[in-house]
């Protein structure tokens, strides 16, 4: 694993990922960048692993809150780290963590099983405290974000 200084990115880091951004994946010749796209690359690369449901519906659902968490909650958590509104920004990610709050009643993980749907939601959760939003009265959030955070390979990495 190679960590780079984002405030004076490596030449090398361009070249592998045009965005300029980290995480990159270099496997053999295959250089991914994009975290959905380089999980999905490893689900598919370690079969004996699955991470998504089997079922067509479900993976939909998987991907649906894949989505949720890319382009929604992780979206409004950078604008309140970065945006020029931050209080409007913080509204906005309480709404998307209430709407995780509901769909969470009931439920060990998102869709069926422990899949790529919750494992992208463990870099929001791991870094919650820098929005600074209260989890406090959102017990099946907070439950399940436990639930992820201590599973032995996501606490081999914290
Ligand atoms: N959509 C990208 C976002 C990656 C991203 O924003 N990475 C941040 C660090 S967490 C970064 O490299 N920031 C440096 C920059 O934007 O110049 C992904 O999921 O991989």
């Known amino acids: 694993m190679i960590e780079v200084d984002l405030k004076n990115k490596p030449a090398e880091l ?3 990922n045009p965005y300029g951004k980290v995480p990159v ?3 053999g010749d295959a250089v991914i960048y994009e975290s959905a796209i380089i999980n999905e690359y490893l689900e598919e690369k370690f079969l004996q692993n699955p991470l998504m449901p089997k079922d ?5 659902r998987a991907r649906i ?4 968490c890319n382009t929604r909650l992780q979206a409004a958590g950078s604008e309140v780290v970065h945006g020029p509104d931050p209080a409007k920004a913080r509204e906005q990610l309480e709404k998307y963590l209430n709407v995780l709050d509901r769909e969470m009643a009931g439920r060990d ?3 069926g ?4 749907a919750d494992i992208t939601f463990i870099p929001f959760f791991v870094r919650q405290q820098r929005y600074g939003v209260s989890l406090n009265h959102l017990a099946n959030v907070r439950s399940w974000m436990e639930r992820c955070t ?3 390979a996501v606490r081999s990495t914290l």
């Open 14 to 16: 361009l070249k592998l």
């Open 25 to 27: 994946l270099v496997d």
């Open 56 to 60: 067509l519906a479900l993976r939909s």
């Open 65 to 68: 809150w894949i989505d949720f």
């Open 109 to 111: 993980y998102l869709v």
């Open 113 to 116: 099983d422990y899949s790529l």
């Open 150 to 152: 201590n599973r032995p």
